[in-house]
């Protein structure tokens, strides 16, 4: 099992930025992906980014493309989310996931869940 440490989250006026963290512990996650999702109130769980540990590949939600960056430190196990030019509608409770995962944007392929890190931009 993989334990999962989301950290970073906080209030910030639209157009800010935020640097989540995910602190990655347990098996090894050599041949895993590590993934960042997001639930808002009353929506389902959504996609917004992943990367692969072992590799240099990244993955990107349409909605965060170009503010969004996923990006790793395999020496200090973590897995960071920089978020900038934040958006209202990107308010949400922000999840790190990982799994030996195929379909990255697919939740359901993500066997180890964080406790979450709530984002909150306002107008």
């Known amino acids: 099992q993989v334990q999962l440490v989301e950290s970073g989250g906080g209030s910030v006026h639209a157009g800010g930025s935020l640097r989540l963290s995910c602190e990655v512990s347990?098996?090894?996650?050599?041949?895993?992906?590590v993934g960042w999702f997001r639930q808002a109130p009353g929506a389902e769980r959504e996609f917004v980014a992943a990367v692969s540990w072992s590799g240099a590949k990244t993955y990107y939600a349409d909605s965060v493309k170009g503010r969004f960056t996923i990006s790793k430190d395999i020496d200090k196990n973590a897995v960071y989310l920089q978020m900038n030019n934040l958006k209202p509608e990107d308010t949400a409770t922000y999840y790190c996931?990982?799994?030996?995962?195929?379909?990255?944007?697919?939740?359901?392929?993500?066997?180890?869940w964080g406790q979450g890190t709530q984002v909150t931009v306002s107008s």
């Open positions: 347990g098996r090894s996650v050599k041949y895993y992906v």
């Open positions: 996931a990982a799994g030996t995962v195929n379909d990255y944007m697919n939740l359901r392929a993500y066997d180890d």
